[in-house]
């Protein structure tokens, strides 16, 4: 017969084990994090590869339901063709486009160089007279022509107000320094091809490990996720794949999302290029598609100089293309986001700047492309413990006052 008291006195062993257990699993994933730190340096091409995997899970799972002779396809054997219509349209890029963009590229070296040929000093004299014409049109007293600078002295001496600027011989001392710049650094052109040979060798190895990586964790992505399942304590899994799903969400709107408006936004740029027919539209284009990758900033930094090069044809030229793009990114922010990324990816254009702000000073130029995608998982993972911290009715509460449009 049992004594009454050892009922009581059998509960503290789970009690001790379930403890056990957490302080184990803490260790281990604070063992993961501690790797992850160490070796920071190298985490990037992982990270690259995580991330080429996420991208192409959906692709990959479409092609592994496909029945081929009754059995379905292998996911390796999915990889392999997703990988196969990469480098297709990669071998195509260079086919069709680079071509294209080499005759742009030479065509602003040609323009470039007619430029600068056509500065004799008559002609620098000629413009210098049309931009004291234009300005002083507008109430700015400008000498910037040399029979104008004979009158500024005058005016100085009399104590009048004048800005003067020998536009020739600025001219002149700025291609003087240019060509000194160039004469003094001729003997690194050998060490400076040398080190662009190396980068692009050592980008393609990195592209090729990348890609083997990324195809790796795609092949074994059930796999990882199981194990990384065993580091989450039995009772906490339900909570662990509310949150799982919660990133992916979001993460899926961020990732795929942008790189889907990246698309769009390059293709209505080419249009808007070629309609108002501003030079070098190919060109601009490619430069805004890649640039779009990065947000807010990179739409700012790509707009620059597809408005000032309309500018130099002509102003109301430049205000077109200048209405065009900003149409491009209102139809981006109150059309494509909400249907490409959805709710569930928004982020506030506050933590989107100060993500890329601390992507960019920790790790550069990789740091600011990777910085939104982990900002979402961040903000998602906040979201979640928000959720959990406060009573449904409350947080039921506040998310429909936030939902709310504001007052007129």
Not at 174 to 199: C, F, M, P, T, Y
Not at 312 to 317: G, Y
Not at 367 to 380: E, H, K, N
Request: hydrophobic fraction near 55%; glycine fraction near 6%.
């Amino acid at each position: 017969m049992l004594h009454p008291l050892d009922s009581s006195s059998a509960s503290p062993a789970p009690t001790n084990d379930r403890r056990k257990r957490l302080l184990i699993l803490a260790g281990l994933w604070l063992a993961v994090v501690a790797a992850l730190v160490t070796f920071r340096s190298v985490v990037m091409p992982f990270a690259g590869a995580a991330l080429i995997a996420y991208l192409v899970q959906p692709l990959v799972a479409r092609i592994t339901r496909l029945k081929v002779a009754g059995r379905l396809v292998p996911r390796w054997v999915a990889i392999l063709l997703i990988y196969a219509g990469f480098f297709v349209g990669v071998y195509l890029f260079f086919v069709a486009l680079v071509p294209q963009l080499y005759r742009e590229l030479a065509r602003v070296s040609r323009d470039a160089m007619a430029f600068a040929n056509t500065l004799t000093p008559e002609h620098v004299q000629e413009l210098a007279q049309r931009a004291e014409t234009w300005l002083s049109n507008r109430g700015i007293p400008v000498a910037l022509s040399t029979r104008a600078l004979e009158g500024a002295d005058a005016a100085a001496g009399s104590g009048q107000f004048s800005l003067a600027l020998d536009l020739e011989q600025l001219l002149g001392d700025s291609v003087k320094r240019v060509s000194s710049l160039v004469q003094e650094n001729l003997g690194d052109i050998v060490n400076v091809s040398r080190s662009i040979v190396a980068g692009v060798a050592a980008g393609v190895f990195m592209l090729f490990f990348v890609l083997m990586v990324g195809a790796f964790f795609s092949i074994d992505a059930q796999a990882i996720r199981h194990y990384f399942g065993t580091l989450i304590p039995p009772e906490l899994a339900s909570d662990a794949r509310q949150l799982v799903q919660r990133i992916d969400r979001s993460l899926s709107g961020v990732v795929r999302g942008q790189v889907t408006i990246c698309i769009v936004n390059g293709a209505l740029t080419f249009v808007g290029l070629l309609l108002f027919g501003v030079k070098f539209a190919f060109l601009l284009a490619t430069i805004a598609t890649l640039f779009s990758l990065i947000p807010i900033f990179g739409t700012i930094l790509s707009s620059v100089p597809i408005v000032l090069i309309a500018l130099a044809d002509d102003f109301r030229k430049a205000l077109a293309i200048l209405a065009w793009i900003v149409g491009i990114h209102a139809l981006e922010a109150y059309f494509l986001n909400p249907k490409i990324m959805g709710q569930a990816a928004h982020l506030h254009p506050v933590i989107v700047a100060f993500s890329l702000i601390a992507g960019e000073r920790l790790f550069g130029l990789m740091g600011a492309l990777f910085a939104v995608p982990v900002a979402s998982i961040l903000v998602a993972c906040f979201d979640y413990a928000r959720l959990k911290a406060q009573p449904a009715a409350a947080v039921a509460a506040v998310d429909s006052q936030a939902a709310r449009p504001p007052a007129a």
